[in-house]
């Protein structure tokens, strides 16, 4: 499963070139009153820590105000606001109610099936409170784990808060992640507690979710005490008395009094495993005050918010890191009024999203590339049927979003007045790093830009040093930044060697960038073995390892290959073992994606399996994936004199052409 590491970098959009051009300058009247000034770049570039210290005490509120902005004595391990004390929760609500915005919307919830629920901020603070105390209950304590494995609905934000609330770390698994994938999260983590639902609605139908929760803990020995189910869909459960406890029971009952006790800076906050280049999901490490300061700020100046008039949606999943910035922490600590919705976007039918754009008067859209590609796809008579003038800034976030998306997204969406922020970060930087500010920046489509005031995120050749305007590279970030991650959990040394031992002194993203003549950031796609379908971070090594685990496989080799809706897509290449390699290849195929399906999680299915007799290898055994890339993107195949066998390419293309 070695690999020549020169797959990922080819994953750009094609048309790029032909727009580079193009920008569009801040509309006046926007600039005029936007949040976002010139200045902050200014004011950031002259004393970057002084700049976040101000920010960090403008947006929060502190019970112990910090004397140190930023303790770097001990790199890459950081401390932001060291000695500074506060909590999270009474952050994103108690401090709202108490300035007299309790009556102010929270959350807008909107449930696949129609149904629909208001959170104010009182209201959502009480509810904080009774999980805060009901977690207490069940033994929870400050420093511990609770595994979140719930859909969107209003209970995830409450756990998320409730756990920040009592300084225990969340640990979200995404809800279509396997029992297996849940399960080694929870032992990664040793969580305490489990909140799950009994089920969530997918497409129209009821979709189980409890019952991984129970095949992950099936065999009694994992670290988990409670679980404590939402009744979302009405689903069956089986139920394990002493372990199992319905939310109804155990939070609605608990009392709503609750004081947030204030914990230093450095407090974790959550844990969100993401993929890398092994096999192994690594554990992303979030603390505090640093995250919640990048968070706030990126979310009031990249989205222009007016917490008192906008309402805000941002379509991602809470079990992912743009659902943990930019759904719970940012909106909420800036008390803003947002949308969520549980289901997909053509359910019940394809014009759903502009259908609650509508209805709630969105005023700004933070979703996925992939998405915007669909909706070309279905066309735009769709959204063309809705009232989409509330619309006044969108966001696009996950991938490389390709100007033909992204000219889209402004014309059809936008109605050719809002301006477009594409903004690049990673699970890892816990908050926006490069983006424009809307009514400062002119706009590219396709470029994310430029790195934010206090960010200093460069393009650098192989040997470290800055490529000019016009070059092309490797994405890092210069200096340390308040929203950073800490550690991975468990392994500080796997922290150390995946992002800051590749050039000394810098954070290396694993991303390939390049700029422009103006000096802008093009984003090229990964580097590395880490493939990024529809915006979902997956691993090579991780479904080749999978495969491999099933009996009929002797060897595999996973590539992302270009895709036209999904950014890249899923293609693997598979040696059977002896007598399974006589089975009906067809079959074979399908067992294997399912396969993968029920030991990663759909997300992770290859979209083709192709059982071939051998893999392109070198005569040193290594895999040269490139290769295998080349067929699965249809193109010629690139030089292939290094292999032990020439002729294997040859037969492999032809049967994927098949
Ligand atoms: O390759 C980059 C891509 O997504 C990766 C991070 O994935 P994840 O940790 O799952 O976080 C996704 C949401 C922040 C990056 O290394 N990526 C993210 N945003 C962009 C992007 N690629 C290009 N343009 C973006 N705006």
Known sequence: ?????????????????????????????????????QSLYAEAGEDRLAFW????????????????????????????????????????????????NGERVAIHFEGEPGDTRTYTYAQLTEEVKKA????????????????????????????????????????????????????????????????????????????ALKTAVDAALADGKSTVENVVVVKRNGEPVEWTEGRDQWWADTVETAS?????????????????????????????????????????????????????????????????????????????????TQVIYEGTPDTPHQGRWWELVQKYGVTILYTAPTAIRTMMKWGEDIPGQYDLSSLRVLGSVGEPINPEAWMWYRRVIGGERCPVVDTWWQTETGAIMISPLPGVTAAKPG?????????????????????????????????????????????????????????????????????????????????????????????????????????AVAEAAVVGAADETTGQAVIAFVILRGSAADEDHDAMSETLRQHVGKDIGAIAKPRKVLIVPELPKTRSG?????????????????????????TVMNQIAADFAK
């Open 132 to 207: 805060a105390n009901a977690f207490t209950a069940l033994g929870v304590t400050a420093g511990d784990r609770v595994a979140v494995y719930l859909p969107m609905i209003p209970e995830a934000v409450i756990t998320m808060l409730a756990c920040a609330r009592i300084g225990a770390a969340h640990s979200v698994v995404f809800g279509g992640f396997s029992a297996d994938a849940l399960r080694s999260r929870i032992d990664d983590a040793e969580a305490k507690l489990v909140v799950t639902a009994d089920g969530t609605w997918r497409r129209g139908k009821p979709s």
């Open 256 to 336: 709503a009094e609750h004081t947030a006790e204030a914990f230093e800076a450095e407090q974790p906050l959550y844990i969100l495993y993401t993929s890398g280049t092994t096999g192994r999901p690594k554990g992303i490490l979030h603390t505090t005050g640093g995250y919640l300061t990048q968070a706030a700020f990126t979310h009031r100046n990249v989205f222009d918010l007016r917490p008192e008039t906008d309402v805000y949606w941002c379509t991602a999943d809470i079990g992912w890191v743009t659902g943990h910035s930019y759904v719970v922490y940012g909106p909420l600590v800036n008390g803003a």
């Open 1 to 37: 499963m070695s690999s020549d590491q020169s797959t990922g970098s080819e994953t750009a959009p094609m048309d790029n070139l032909s727009h580079e051009s193009r920008s569009f300058a801040p509309d006046p009247a926007f600039a005029r009153d936007a949040v976002a000034q």
């Open 622 to 646: 290594k895999i040269m994936r490139r290769l295998l890339k080349d067929v699965a993107e249809g193109r010629e195949v690139g030089d292939a004199t290094t292999l032990a066998d020439s």
């Open 447 to 551: 470029s994310a830009q430029v790195p934010l005031p206090g960010i200093t995120a460069d393009v650098v050749d192989e040997t470290g040093a800055s490529v000019g305007d016009g070059g092309a590279g490797y994405l890092v970030v210069r200096e340390p930044w308040p929203s950073m991650l800490r550690t991975i959990w468990g392994d500080p040394d796997r922290f150390v060697d995946t992002y800051w031992s590749r050039f000394e002194g810098m954070y290396f993203a694993g991303d390939g960038a390049r700029k422009d003549d103006d000096g802008d950031v093009w984003l090229l796609g990964r580097v590395d073995d880490v493939m990024n379908v529809s915006g979902h971070r997956l691993s090579t090594a991780e479904i080749e390892s999978s495969l491999v685990g099933h009996p």
């Open 53 to 100: 210290a101000a920010q960090a005490r403008e947006l929060l509120t502190w019970e112990t105000d910090f004397t140190e902005t930023l303790d770097w004595s001990n790199p890459p391990f950081a401390r932001w606001f060291g000695d500074g004390r506060l909590n999270a929760a009474y952050n994103a609500l108690d401090r709202h109610v108490e300035a007299g």
